[in-house]
Structure formats: structure tokens, C-alpha cells
């Protein structure tokens, strides 16, 4: 029986893209390995002096040690297929002809999602949530297949339309892995109780971790989990013990904080909120995030 391809399995990613030089047109294939990121890429915001007491902790939760095995050392071998998305940090693609240099692990459906230029920081701070978090990828986030960059060979531009963006003027190709998700919430279709009351315990998820991502919570960042199959089953919460049909994605804009999961998931389900009563009346409103 084929094994799991878990989180860390993966060092390094090649893509064959088309791409050109001058007048030269051709598929290049360009080796991206992972990056290991600091523990402490990311620093806990102090508790604002005054705050009320209730509403934090004397420290922030600590990261719950890995559950996953030693890092493997397979090859991830692809072509990218369709664009997905887009937002202000990424560019979204599935993948086609993946396949990994073990063919006895299960590949399962990934999804790449570039750095827009100048955007690499924002993803290293994306990767360093997923791994802070890694005990909700599979519950309340998307797994995550890690964080993989490369140079770009001077002078080629690589030739997908969405992908112009990260061409000559700088060589750095950095892409996020993450597990494939299924589509969004629908607009203008009323929201069933128990949909509220999935996500609004889905939201409360991350702030057991001291995870603040009040500015991700967006329509767009709320996608159904992976049907299974032939994707990978939904995974029980370490901390409500539920299991959730939708995932959040995007999280360069978090932070980790020492506000209680109690006060997290009020600031976090008052955005919710206002995101399904948008939907319910027919549009989307998006009180997070904006520019
Ligand atoms: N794991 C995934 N599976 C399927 N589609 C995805 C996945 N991740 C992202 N997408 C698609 O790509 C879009 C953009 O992704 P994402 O929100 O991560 O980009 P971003 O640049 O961080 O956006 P923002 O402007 O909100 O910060 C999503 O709205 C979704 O349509």
C-alpha cells in the first residue's frame, strides 16, 4: 500500500516552465529547494500595557512540538496547469504531470503559490504560520508542503501570462506547497446554521496557537476542504474535537499573540460575521485586509 507523502517529505521541487531569453523560446526546468525558516522568524506582539487582563496571557502559547517524522528527501517533479487565483502576496496554480521521485508515497493534489516580486518576505511569514500551526494543517488549515525557492537563470523570463510579474527584474522564484482546496462559499444562497457554526468554530481554531488573523479574514481566504477522495481526509481538532468541512488560507498578515483563544475567536467570529451576512444578501464584504 502506498505510504503518506507527510508535510516534510518533500527537499526539493523541479519545474519545467516555458520560458525565454531574447528571442529564444524553450522549457527550462528550474531546481527550487526547501527553505528552512527560523523558529523565531516570527516574534509574539507584546500585551499593550493597560490591556484588560482577562483577555491575555502571560505568555504566548508555545508551538506544540512536530508530530511528523524526520525530513525526507523526495523530489517533486511538475509542470504547472491552471491559475487558480490571485491576491496581493501570490499567484495561485495547480499542478499537472507531478510526481514524485518515490512512487510508492501518495501524491496528494498540490497547488503552488508564487511570490509576486518584492513579495518573498510576506510568504517566508505565511510558511512560518503554517509550521507554528502545523497541528490544524488538515483540520482548519491546508496541509503544507513547505516553502521552496531558486534564482531564476539571469536573463530568462519565465512565459506564463500571470507569471510575467516575476520576470527579469529580480531573480528570486519563491513558492509556498499547500494541499489542493475545493472552491468558495456561495453568494447570495442563505447560510445554514450548522454552516455558521462550522465556521465560526473553524475560526476559533487558530487562536488556541495565540494566532490573530483578523486582517486574512476574507470571502476569498475561505475554502471547502479537499474531497476525500482523492484528497486526504479531514483531521479532528486537537482542541474542539470537531472536524471541519472548510479550511482558511493566508496568513501573511497574522500574528502571534498573547490574547486568550476565548478573546481571539470574539475578534475573529465579529469578522465572520459580517463576511456570511454579506454573502447571504447577495455580495461580498470584506471588513479585513484592506489595502
Ligand atoms: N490551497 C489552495 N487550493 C485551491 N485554491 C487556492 C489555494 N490557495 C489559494 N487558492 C486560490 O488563490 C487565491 C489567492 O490565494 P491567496 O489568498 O493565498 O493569495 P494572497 O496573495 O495571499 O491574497 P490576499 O490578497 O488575500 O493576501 C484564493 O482566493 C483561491 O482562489
Not at 521541487?13 to 520560458?19: E, G, I, R, S
Not at 528570486?172 to 475545493?182: H, M, N, Q, T, Y
Amino acid at each position: 500500500m502506498s505510504k503518506l507523502t507527510i508535510q516534510n517529505s518533500i527537499r526539493k521541487v523541479v519545474l519545467h516552465c516555458d520560458a525565454s531569453q531574447d528571442t529564444v523560446r524553450t522549457t527550462i526546468s528550474i531546481e527550487l529547494k526547501r527553505v528552512k525558516l527560523p523558529n523565531d522568524l516570527i516574534r509574539p506582539r507584546k500585551r499593550p500595557t493597560g490591556a484588560f487582563a482577562g483577555y491575555f496571557l502571560e505568555e504566548a502559547p508555545i508551538r506544540p512540538p512536530s508530530a511528523l517524522p524526520p525530513p525526507g528527501d523526495l523530489t517533486l517533479e511538475t509542470n504547472l496547469s491552471t491559475f487558480l487565483g490571485s491576491g496581493r502576496t501570490g499567484i495561485v496554480y495547480s499542478l499537472e504531470n507531478a510526481v514524485l521521485s518515490d512512487s510508492t508515497h501518495f501524491l496528494p493534489e498540490l497547488v503552488f503559490k508564487f511570490a509576486r516580486l518584492h513579495r518573498c518576505a510576506d510568504l517566508y511569514r505565511e510558511a512560518w504560520f503554517y509550521e507554528e500551526m502545523e497541528c490544524l494543517q488538515g483540520v482548519a488549515i491546508p496541509r503544507c508542503y513547505g516553502l521552496f525557492e531558486a534564482e531564476i537563470p539571469p536573463g530568462w523570463m519565465l512565459k506564463l501570462i500571470k507569471l510575467i510579474i516575476l520576470r527579469s527584474t529580480r531573480n528570486k522564484l519563491c513558492i509556498l506547497v499547500e494541499e489542493r482546496l475545493g472552491g468558495h462559499l456561495s453568494i447570495g444562497s442563505p447560510v445554514s446554521p450548522e454552516l455558521r457554526e462550522d465556521l465560526n468554530t473553524l475560526f476559533e481554531e487558530i487562536g488556541h496557537l495565540g494566532v490573530l488573523s483578523e486582517n486574512d479574514i476574507r470571502y476569498a481566504n475561505i475554502l471547502q476542504a479537499p474531497a476525500c477522495p482523492p484528497g486526504l481526509p479531514s483531521l479532528v481538532s486537537p482542541f474542539t474535537f470537531r472536524t471541519h468541512g472548510w479550511r482558511m488560507i493566508d496568513f501573511e498578515m497574522a500574528a502571534k499573540t498573547q490574547q486568550t483563544a476565548r478573546a481571539l475567536a470574539i475578534g475573529h467570529q465579529e469578522y465572520l460575521e459580517y463576511i456570511l451576512d454579506a454573502l447571504e444578501a447577495g455580495y461580498v464584504c470584506d471588513v479585513g485586509g484592506s489595502d
